[in-house]
């Protein structure tokens, strides 16, 4: 029905910056907000960033200042823009949708992609 597809990860040092994207495919009608999500092992996953349809953006405190999100309407994409990276930044960063079907346009639908590892050395 849907993916999301992230890509971008990797390894970089510490002050370095990477620039995630995040592709949504499938039956989709709209999509009200996306995000982005980080989990390390033995955590519960942390919202990093999300966005909506509109352009509202919202930002986990511990990033603020350091990671933009922007969002291309017209190609389903969800950006996170890493600056200023920091060793714990480390983790599994999963894209979020929250969005409706084609043939349910009255529901929302939650989807995760995959998840794309980023590592920040010290």
Known sequence: QVQLVESGGGLVQAGGSLRLSCVASGSIASINAMGWYRQVPGKQRELVADITSAGSTNYADSVKGR????????????????????????????????????????????????????????
């Open 67 to 122: 990671f933009t999100i922007s969002r291309d309407n017209a190609k389903n994409t969800v950006y996170l823009q890493m600056n200023s990276l920091k060793p714990e930044d480390t983790g599994v960063y999963f894209c979020n949708a929250i969005l409706s079907l084609t043939w349910d346009r009255w529901s929302s639908y939650n989807y995760w992609g995959q998840g794309t590892q980023v590592t920040v050395s010290s």
